[in-house]
C-alpha cells in the first residue's frame, strides 16, 4: 500500500498523560512502527477538566511517541450545556486552517465530524470511526427526545456520514447490527463497514506496572472491589454505593470499594455515601492513567457499571474494560450487554438484573469463590485483554486503510 501519511482528527484525543483516551494515540504509536506518518488533530481543551493543553505548553503543535499533534483552540466549557456545543462547533470549523494540508487517508472520530472534514479534506478518503453511537446515546443516557432540533441535526450527519464515508468502523461488535436497522440500510455498502474494539497497549501497562509503585491508602489485605473511570449518571456509579451497603449488611464486612474517578456526579456521591451511612465506599478522585495498572493490580476484582439502555445490545466498547482485563483480575459488571467479552470468555461475574441487589449478589458470588478459582478467572481476563493487543488491532485497522485504497485507485 502506498499511503502512508494518516491523519486522525478527534476532538477528544489529546496526548497522554493529560488525556486517558488513548484509542488513537495507541494506533498512532504502532503504525510508526510500520512506517507510517501519524499527526492527531484534537481540541485544545481537555474533557471533563478545567485543562487547555495549548495554555499549559504554549503551543499548538507537538511530538508525541512519533506522533504529530495539532491542537485547534477551543473555548473552555464544562457539562453538556450551550458552552460545550460552543466548543464542538470552535473545533468543527478550526478545521478549515489545515485545508492545504494532503493527507493520504483520514480517520475522523464521530459521525458529526464528517462533513467538517470533508468540506476541509475534498479528495481524501475518510474513515469514520464510531466510538459513540451519537445521538443514540445522547436519548437514551441524557434524555433527550428525538424530536429535539440538535437531536435530528445530529441524526441527519449521522446518517450522511455513513452513507458517503470511504469506510466505516465501529469499536462495538453490533456496530454492524445498528447499520442494517436504519431505513437508508439498502443504500449501505456493508463490506466498508468493520469492527475494531477499544483494546489496550499491553507491553506499556506491563511497563507502568513494573516502573510505578505509591502508597494506595488502603488495606490490601481485604477484599477490595475497584472502579476507575468516568463518575457521570451513565456511569451508575451510585448503583455500586447501594450495593455496596447490601454487602455490608450480608455481613461481608471486609469488602471494600475504591473508585477512582471524576465527573458531574461526584460531588453528589461523596454527600450520598454520607447521608446514607455507607462506609465501605472511598472516592479517590481523578488519577492519573500510568498509575491504574498498580491500582487494578492490588484489587480482587474491578467493576464495570452502566445504566442497561436499549443501546447496550450493540455492545460496549470501554476502555476502562480493558484496562480490567489486562490487570488479570476478575471483572464485575451490573448489565448484560450484547457481545458481552466478560460472559464470552468467563473472566468475570455478570448481574442477573440492573438493580443493585442483583449487583451485590455478583460481588458476593467472587466474594466466596476459593482462591485458585479466582485466580484462574483472572488469567482468563489477562488472556482476553491479549487477544486486543495494539498490533493485533492495528492488523485490522490496515486492512480498512488496504480496502479505501483500493477503492481510490
Known amino acids: 500500500m502506498r499511503e502512508k501519511n494518516i491523519w486522525v482528527i478527534c476532538h477528544y484525543a489529546q496526548q497522554p498523560p493529560l488525556n486517558t483516551m488513548l484509542r488513537y494515540h495507541n494506533w498512532g504509536k504502532e503504525l510508526v512502527k510500520r512506517g507510517y506518518s501519524v499527526t492527531i488533530v484534537a481540541a485544545s481543551t481537555i474533557h471533563n477538566t478545567n485543562i487547555d493543553i495549548v495554555e499549559q505548553n504554549k503551543k499548538r503543535e507537538d511530538i508525541c511517541d512519533g506522533i504529530q499533534y495539532k491542537y485547534i483552540i477551543t473555548p473552555p466549557y464544562s457539562g453538556n450545556g450551550m458552552r460545550r456545543i460552543k466548543n464542538m462547533l470552535v473545533f468543527c470549523f478550526g478545521l478549515k486552517q489545515f485545508k492545504k494540508e494532503k493527507p493520504d487517508i483520514i480517520i475522523t472520530c464521530e459521525a458529526y465530524l464528517f462533513p467538517f472534514v470533508?468540506?476541509?479534506?475534498?479528495?481524501?478518503?475518510?474513515?469514520?470511526?464510531?466510538?459513540?453511537?451519537?445521538?443514540?446515546?445522547?436519548?437514551?443516557?441524557?434524555?433527550?427526545?428525538?424530536?429535539?432540533?440538535?437531536?435530528?441535526?445530529?441524526?441527519?450527519?449521522?446518517?450522511?456520514?455513513?452513507?458517503?464515508?470511504?469506510?466505516?468502523?465501529?469499536?462495538?461488535?453490533?456496530?454492524?447490527?445498528?447499520?442494517?436497522?436504519?431505513?437508508?440500510?439498502?443504500?449501505?455498502?456493508?463490506?466498508?463497514?468493520?469492527?475494531?474494539?477499544?483494546?489496550?497497549?499491553?507491553?506499556?501497562?506491563?511497563?507502568?506496572?513494573?516502573?510505578?509503585?505509591?502508597?494506595?491508602?488502603?488495606?490490601?489485605?481485604?477484599?477490595?472491589?475497584?472502579?476507575?473511570?468516568?463518575?457521570?449518571?451513565?456511569?451508575?456509579?451510585?448503583?455500586?454505593?447501594?450495593?455496596?451497603?447490601?454487602?455490608?449488611?450480608?455481613?461481608?464486612?471486609?469488602?471494600?470499594?475504591?473508585?477512582?474517578?471524576?465527573?458531574?456526579?461526584?460531588?453528589?456521591?461523596?454527600?450520598?455515601?454520607?447521608?446514607?451511612?455507607?462506609?465501605?465506599?472511598?472516592?479517590?478522585?481523578?488519577?492519573?492513567?500510568?498509575?491504574?495498572?498498580f491500582i487494578l493490580s492490588h484489587g480482587k476484582a474491578n467493576i464495570l457499571t452502566y445504566k442497561n439502555v436499549p443501546l447496550m445490545k450493540y455492545g460496549g466498547s470501554q476502555s476502562k474494560l480493558f484496562d480490567y482485563l489486562a490487570s488479570g483480575k476478575p471483572v464485575i459488571c451490573n448489565a448484560k450487554f450484547g457481545y458481552n467479552l466478560i460472559e464470552r470468555y468467563n473472566c468475570g461475574v455478570v448481574a442477573e438484573d440492573q438493580s443493585a441487589e442483583a449487583l451485590a449478589d455478583a460481588i458476593g458470588k467472587l466474594y466466596k469463590m476459593d482462591t485458585a478459582e479466582l485466580a484462574e478467572m483472572g488469567k482468563r481476563a489477562r488472556k482476553t485483554a491479549e487477544m486486543y493487543d495494539q498490533p493485533i488491532l492495528v492488523d485490522k485497522l490496515e486492512e480498512v486503510f488496504e480496502y479505501v485504497s483500493d477503492k481510490k485507485n
Open 118 to 293: 470533508k468540506h476541509s479534506f475534498k479528495k481524501i478518503p475518510i474513515i469514520t470511526d464510531t466510538v459513540d453511537l451519537w445521538p443514540e446515546s445522547i436519548i437514551e443516557y441524557g434524555g433527550f427526545s428525538k424530536n429535539n432540533p440538535i437531536i435530528k441535526i445530529l441524526y441527519r450527519l449521522e446518517h450522511n456520514a455513513y452513507l458517503k464515508s470511504n469506510a466505516m468502523i465501529f469499536s462495538m461488535e453490533g456496530g454492524v447490527d445498528y447499520v442494517r436497522e436504519q431505513k437508508y440500510a439498502n443504500r449501505i455498502k456493508f463490506s466498508k463497514i468493520f469492527h475494531i474494539n477499544m483494546g489496550c497497549d499491553i507491553p506499556q501497562k506491563d511497563r507502568e506496572l513494573e516502573g510505578i509503585s505509591f502508597d494506595l491508602g488502603w488495606n490490601t489485605d481485604e477484599f477490595n472491589v475497584v472502579y476507575c473511570g468516568s463518575i457521570r449518571q451513565a456511569n451508575q456509579v451510585q448503583q455500586i454505593c447501594d450495593a455496596a451497603k447490601i454487602v455490608k449488611e450480608k455481613g461481608y464486612k471486609d469488602v471494600k470499594f475504591q473508585v477512582y474517578g471524576n465527573g458531574d456526579d461526584l460531588k453528589m456521591l461523596k454527600k450520598y455515601v454520607i447521608d446514607n451511612s455507607i462506609d465501605n465506599v472511598y472516592f479517590h478522585g481523578r488519577i492519573e492513567k500510568a498509575k491504574i495498572p
